[in-house]
């Protein structure tokens, strides 16, 4: 299967996005793709947010649109149906690893211990969401887990902000991070789409692409 790290290698950031209204799915999506950052991902975390996934899958095919914290196997045929070409969990069980895998479209497990990352690599998983990454270690620890778990590669997410995303950028278990600095409440309040497309063209300058990573 591709590895979501395939989807659009040269995108350094992931925006984690929590829409409230459907009706800004279109234009948030589309600054965030204009500013370099197309891979979205919409989490299920408000009652808008399949809706907003729906809107942009069928409004913005430049986006390649995901659906982040799932949570179960319902949440998982509930995001696909709606258009979610990626999947992302902040932790994993056997039952959800196992929508995730039929689902057919990439996924990403969350994980915060080295057992979960042995785990994985045990059902052939080497993709993973590392969540919360500064709460769980940061570079530091993914760092540690390059040398004895070298197969692995990870997309840190929890508290990563424009600072730190750089260092782990160079990790080289990583192959992207997730984020929400480019999309700051007052600016979403505000509809200021021109402002997220700027905070976008940042983030999406973090990392040139490396090719073999």
């Known amino acids: ?23 800004d799915a279109v234009p948030l999506a589309r600054a965030l793709v204009a500013g370099g950052l197309p891979l979205i991902e ?6 808008a947010a399949l809706d907003a996934l729906r809107a942009i899958a069928d409004g913005v095919p430049e986006a390649v649109v995901g659906a982040g914290t799932v949570v179960s ?15 992302v969990s902040p932790g994993w069980t056997g039952r959800l690893l196992g929508a995730m895998r039929e689902s057919g479209v990439p996924f990403l497990p969350g ?9 994985l690599l045990e059902q052939g998983v080497d993709a993973m969401k590392f969540f919360p990454a500064e709460a769980a270690g940061g570079v530091p620890y993914l760092k540690s887990l390059a040398g004895p778990l070298p197969q692995a590669r990870f997309c840190p997410t929890g508290g990563v902000s424009l600072s730190s995303a750089p260092a782990y950028l160079a ?10 600095w480019m999309l700051p409440p007052d600016a979403l309040a505000a509809r200021d ?3 997220v497309e700027s905070l976008a063209r940042g983030a999406a300058a973090l990392r040139a692409p490396v090719s073999g990573r």
């Not at 196997?73 to 999947?87: C, I, K, N, P, T």
């Not at 990583?174 to 984020?179: R, T």
Request: charged letters at 15%; glycine letters at 10%; proline letters at 8%.
């Open 1 to 23: 299967m591709t590895s979501m790290f395939d989807l659009a290698p040269e995108a350094p950031v992931v925006p984690v996005v929590v829409i409230e209204d459907a009706a």
């Open 42 to 47: 919409v989490t299920l975390r408000t009652p």
């Open 73 to 87: 196997a319902a949440g998982v045929a509930d995001a696909v149906g709606a258009g979610a070409r990626f999947l």
């Open 111 to 119: 994980v915060s211990t080295v057992s979960e990352v042995v785990a």
């Open 171 to 180: 990790l080289p278990n990583v192959g992207c991070v997730g984020g929400t």
């Open 193 to 195: 789409w021109a402002r």
